[in-house]
T-cell receptor, first 115, second 112 residues
Framework: GNSVTQMEGPVTLSEEAFLTINCTYT??????LFWYVQYPGEGLQLLLK?????DKGSNKGFEATYRKETTSFHLEKGSVQVSDSAVYFCALTIHGSSNTGKLIFGQGTTLQVKP | SQTIHQWPATLVQPVGSPLSLECTVE??????LYWYRQAAGRGLQLLFY??????ISSEVPQNLSASRPQDRQFILSSKKLLLSDSGFYLCAWSVSWDYGYTFGSGTRLTVV
């Protein structure tokens, strides 16, 4: 089946530290990969995406590279800020999945950044 | 530009009462629509999705139902709420499998 596995949180970092949140996937087809961010009390926002192998998605200083050989899509940021504190979700959809576009989410990783 | 509206933002309902949550999308046609639930401290569970008017697919058996009476309107309902229905409900729309979702701001439902 199709699934997404994220590293367990919470991840606690000091401001300006380097961030990595691991995400691996299993897919029966050819997936597109996404990272979403959820700030406290809010809905989810698309952070970045990659639709084919070796693509790098980037936004707001965050980056993730679609690695087909390791079935991974790890999220990175060189210098985190307190305002990055949120829950981060890795997700995938499968090409041509009956046109439903269903997103399969990981369980989410909470990031806490301390000043 | 496309926008998605979800209301109410918060709701406190007694056990056994009915529920109706509404979601509307503007600025696009024939979107795929989704209802997710996020229980406290947990991940996202897909409840229903719809690829067109009157077309509803259910992902999990439960106490809830969904309807799509218009192209850009998606409604989540229950005839009798259970305590286990408490959670954060999110509506989302998408136009294709690789587009990603745009989420509404969510409804926090507490059943007491």
């Amino acid at each position: 089946g199709n699934s997404v596995t994220q590293m367990e949180g919470p991840v606690t970092l000091s401001e300006e530290a380097f961030l990595t949140i691991n995400c691996t996937y299993t897919a029966t087809g050819y997936p597109s990969l996404f990272w979403y961010v959820q700030y406290p009390g809010e809905g989810l926002q698309l952070l970045l995406k990659a639709t084919k192998a070796d693509d790098k998605g980037s936004n707001k200083g965050f980056e993730a590279t679609y690695r087909k050989e390791t079935t991974s899509f790890h999220l990175e940021k060189g210098s985190v800020q307190v305002s990055d504190s949120a829950v981060y979700f890795c997700a995938l959809t499968i090409h041509g999945s009956s046109n439903t576009g269903k997103l399969i989410f990981g369980q989410g990783t909470t990031l806490q950044v301390k000043p | 530009s496309q926008t998605i509206h979800q209301w109410p933002a918060t709701l406190v309902q007694p056990v056994g009462s009915p529920l109706s949550l509404e979601c509307t999308v503007e600025g696009t046609s024939n979107p795929n629509l989704y209802w997710y639930r996020q229980a406290a401290g947990r991940g996202l569970q897909l409840l229903f999705y719809s690829v067109g008017i009157g077309q509803i697919s259910s992902e999990v058996p439960q106490n809830l139902s969904a309807s799509r009476p218009q192209d850009r309107q998606f409604i989540l309902s229950s005839k009798k709420l259970l305590l286990s229905d408490s959670g954060f409900y999110l509506c989302a729309w998408s136009v294709s499998w690789d587009y990603g979702y745009t989420f509404g701001s969510g409804t926090r439902l507490t059943v007491v």
